[in-house]
């Protein structure tokens, strides 16, 4: 099972870390806040520990060895774990100039910018920020300022998908359409308006020859209700992520861009989990034939060996803010601290040369073909899969209690096989308290390294949790 050496191991046992974990676990017991858990179980179990990864798995504290399935947990360490060319990169690029304002430029997000939008045909500018949720901030901050300047401040609604997810701020939870993760935390900012999901396994329409169309058209009517004149532009995960590994179907897309077209609305393409291979194309978007006027990226831009995100633009929308000097407020007012820090680019150069060199959106392909043809022959041996879904390395089994019902499991049992291939060395995500309903989707987001031996035993390892259960 095991992919690396005893003395890998024994190296890790033996490190200054290891001498040490007694004492950072309390440490971290009673002075660190982690993200999406409830802290009380800590009183009777130890906090999770992770101190070493390499390739595609990571060691915690104790010793334990995991193949990670879920690139960092959070669907971001493209290019795998170890990479000392990248933080080699980061280093020396820290010694020679670790930050200025954005305000200059400099040679990293100059190099990056340019290599960047090589792989991005039509695409022309790069607004550097911190998180996805920055970059999709940004990019409603210019729909609003282009509403403002151009069409009276009237053109300043925001459409998003049920399902889909764009952020942890107010704003971006304001355009997310899962109903758990916005529990809470309203009231929301005004001007964002759902419309309905795209996911042909629920579909709201029956069982039809046309879903693609006819969930396209649920957008169109969410626009002629709103009124065109006050909707500015749409905002799309290309593949859904965490709310469930919904890929659009057939005829959804050219549907939607003929509406987009039609009502002179922007559109908005959020990449932060499926760009930068991570599909098999550069960015998700490019399996469809989308014209996007708005890109926004993160995790996988640097792999996360630095802090990066990007909001890209076509010219046209760059040039709504070039105006005479003497029009105080005719340029983008907004600034984004560390994005002045050279780390991010810096990493992310060294990253899309590793993507390049090592033919990795090839492999992520070939591998994502295999395991997904390899958990669709899982699915016949276990009737609790429901469905079998996705594009490259982003993959999700359905859960249900019954196929011909499809009734979702309870969340529990998402929770318990999860927690059963953790048991078996193995690292799986899924949806997180996202939905009243439809917590009910296993995630796979392995590193785009990924070879068939590690891809073998993410679903043997996944047959004896489903066999177990």
Excluded at 31 to 44: E, I
Excluded at 290 to 297: E, F, R, S
């Amino acid at each position: 099972m095991a992919l690396f050496t005893k003395e890998i191991i024994m190296g890790i046992a033996e490190s200054p870390i290891a001498s040490k974990i007694a004492s950072t676990i309390e440490k971290d017991r009673h002075h660190v806040w982690h993200h999406l858990g409830q802290h009380s179980v800590l009183k009777q179990q130890d906090p999770m520990v992770i101190v070493k990864g390499q390739g595609s798995r990571v060691w915690d504290a104790k010793g334990n060895s995991y193949l990670d399935a879920s690139s960092g947990g959070v669907w971001c360490v493209n290019v795998g774990y170890g990479r000392t060319e990248i933080a080699d990169a980061v280093r020396e690029q820290l010694v020679e100039l670790n930050f200025f304002s954005s305000t200059a430029g400099n040679v990293p997000a100059a190099e990056f910018a340019e290599k960047l939008l090589q792989k991005m045909p039509g695409m022309s500018r790069v607004y550097y920020s911190n998180s996805g949720s920055e970059a999709n901030e940004k990019a409603f901050k210019i729909v609003r300022q282009i509403a403002h300047q151009k069409y009276g401040g009237k053109k300043h609604k925001i459409l998003y998908r049920e399902r889909d997810y764009h952020g942890t701020t107010i704003a971006a939870l304001s355009a997310t359409g899962q109903e758990e993760r916005k529990a809470h935390y309203g009231p929301f900012v005004p001007g964002f308006v759902e419309f309905p999901h795209c996911c042909e396994y629920r579909s709201q329409f029956g069982d039809v020859d046309n879903y693609g169309e006819l969930a396209a058209k649920e957008l169109e009517k969410v626009i002629l209700r709103e009124g065109p004149d006050t909707v500015g532009a749409v905002v799309f995960e290309p593949i859904t992520a965490g709310g469930g590994i919904i890929t659009p179907p057939e005829g959804y897309w050219p549907a939607v861009m003929d509406i987009c077209k039609k009502y002179d609305v922007l559109i908005h393409i959020d990449e932060v989990v499926c760009g930068m291979g991570r599909t098999g194309e550069w960015f998700g978007y490019q399996h469809y034939g989308i014209k996007p006027d708005i890109v926004t990226m993160a995790k996988g831009v640097a792999s996360s060996y630095a802090a990066i995100s990007c909001t890209v633009t076509t010219e046209a929308v760059f040039n709504e803010f070039i105006a005479d000097p003497s029009e105080r407020e005719a340029y983008f007012r907004d600034i984004s601290t560390f994005a002045g820090c050279t780390a991010g680019p810096a990493a992310a150069l060294v990253n899309l040369e590793i993507l390049e060199r090592e033919n990795l959106l090839q492999n992520t392909a070939e591998m994502g073909e295999y395991l997904l043809a390899e958990l669709t022959a899982l699915k016949d041996h276990h009737p609790i899969i429901g469905d079998v879904r996705g594009k490259g390395l982003i993959l999700g089994l359905e859960l249900v209690n019954d196929r011909d019902t499809k009734e979702p499991v309870a969340e529990q049992v998402a929770m318990k096989v999860a927690a059963l291939c953790m048991q078996k060395g193995l690292i799986i995500g899924r949806t997180n308290r996202s939905f009243a309903k439809f917590n009910n989707t296993l995630c796979l987001c392995p590193v785009l390294t990924i070879n068939k031996e590690e891809a073998d035993f993410i679903v043997a390892t996944l047959d004896a949790a489903f066999s177990e259960l």
